[in-house]
């Protein structure tokens, strides 16, 4: 699923600080979660927590919905973010290279963090498939480059529906994060 890429620099600013995308991935696995339980969660002040949401919210990225009593908790309002700097002026493109970088250290530190606690993990999660890292380079044109991306997200689709329904996933599921990445060499 892909929606319209973000062209406005202010919105891309907005998600060039680390601490947004480890609050955006935290909205995204854990739902619905005050600026008190973010900062339970993630280890940063509930002022810091709060200030970060407030500007997600300023630029559409997550708003706050009716909780128990007066609780306001925060949810994404859209799990998918296209950036690009494609056909954007200088200052959006710097700004959305700028949220890019910052995506890929948190999807670097959250791998990091997860291979240090592997050896915590239940037995039937250590064993071969449950944690992996492949690399892998293909020469392809560019009409397979798309039919295999497009195969991919199909594959990761089937499991999308248990994100926004827990009643869906099975005993025993866990948030499990692929990462998949595709660059094309330059020459």
Same mark, same amino acid.
Request: hydrophobic share 35%.
């Given at each position: ?19 947004? #995308?480890? +609050?955006? $991935? ?12 973010? !900062? &339970?969660?993630?280890? =940063? ?28 908790? #925060?949810? +994404?309002? $859209? ?12 200052? !959006? &493109?710097?700004?959305? =290279? ?90």
């Amino acid at each position: 699923m892909t929606d319209a890429p973000i062209t406005d620099p202010k919105a891309l600013r907005a998600l060039s600080h680390p601490f947004r #995308w480890k +609050l955006i $991935n935290l909205l995204n696995e854990e739902g619905p979660s005050t600026a008190t339980q973010c !900062s &339970a969660k993630l280890g =940063e002040s509930v002022a810091s927590c709060s200030y970060h949401l407030n500007m997600l919210a300023k630029y559409g990225f997550v708003a706050e919905v009716e909780g128990p009593g007066r609780q306001k908790p #925060w949810q +994404l309002v $859209n799990r998918h973010q296209t950036i690009t700097s494609e056909g954007l002026d200088d200052e !959006s &493109a710097m700004a959305a =290279e700028a949220a890019v970088v910052a995506l890929l250290d948190n999807e670097y530190e959250r791998t990091r963090e997860r291979l240090r606690q592997h050896d915590r993990l239940p037995e039937e999660w250590r064993a071969p498939g449950g944690i992996g890292i492949n690399s892998s380079t293909k020469f392809l044109t560019i009409d397979e480059l798309i039919e295999l991306q497009n195969e991919l997200r199909a594959v990761l689709g089937r499991y999308s529906e248990r994100m926004d329904r827990p009643e869906l996933r099975p005993d025993g599921a866990r948030p499990v994060r692929f990462f998949l990445s595709t660059t094309v060499s330059p020459d």
